[in-house]
């Protein structure tokens, strides 16, 4: 069970760097997960235990324990908080979404500013395809969950998400296309990284479903932007 959850949401935490795959991290999920039950503690106290077992499971890993501590951490925090969780009130489950809606619009702003900016070319069809496909799951978030009366309930959670974006587009002006590029991927993980927050809590089945399915499309467009950088080095 716990490999099924972290090889389907490895891709969201904080720690994951795109392009490593889940054999990368799945040794130190592994040893998260299995000291949890092994030995008492909290985790700060195991960590040098941890980390003196790293070289000998680490298997067909590349990474080295400080590219990997936070997997563990994360597969022993997961275990240790097992106990069932009460569902997300509907209140705070609405205000959640209302976050990540008014993140995906904040989202295709950004794209849009980054593509006013470039000549017509590549780059700025894959932006505007990716702005159209926030767009659409914003669209999609409102609709599932009849969010035109929850605008109070997700503010704060919005605000807080949405520091980071403002402070992207605060520094887009009229730079190269490869440094709209770049802010305009670091806005797709700032998307990424709120659904990963989302996916979190204590959701309805039917909602963590549309989450993860809208989460791995953003997953797919930063993969997409990323591919645009490295294999077309001054051609966009």
Known sequence: MQDSFWHNHYHLEPYYVNGRGYDQYRPAYELGWTAAE??????????PLLE??????????????RQVVGAAHAAWERV??????AALPRPQLLAVVQGLQRLNLQTVKSLQIAAAQTPQGLLQ??????????????????REFTLESTAAGGRSFAGSL??????IKAAMGPHTDQSLLDASEEAERILLLAYGVALRESLPEAAHSLLQR???AVQRSIEALHWLRTCMPGGI
């Not at 003196?52 to 324990?65: E, I, N, T």
């Not at 240790?80 to 969780?85: F, G, V, Y």
């Not at 069809?125 to 159209?132: A, E, K, P, T, Y």
């Open 38 to 47: 092994k030995y008492p503690g909290d985790f700060a106290s195991i960590t």
């Open 52 to 65: 003196a077992q790293w070289g000998r499971v680490s298997g067909a890993s590349l990474l080295d324990w």
């Open 80 to 85: 240790r908080s097992a106990e069932p969780a």
């Open 125 to 142: 069809q894959v932006l505007g395809r990716h702005g159209q496909d926030f767009e659409s799951a914003s669209r999609e978030l409102t």
């Open 162 to 167: 949405l520091r980071g974006w403002e402070a």
């Open 214 to 216: 809208q989460a791995m």
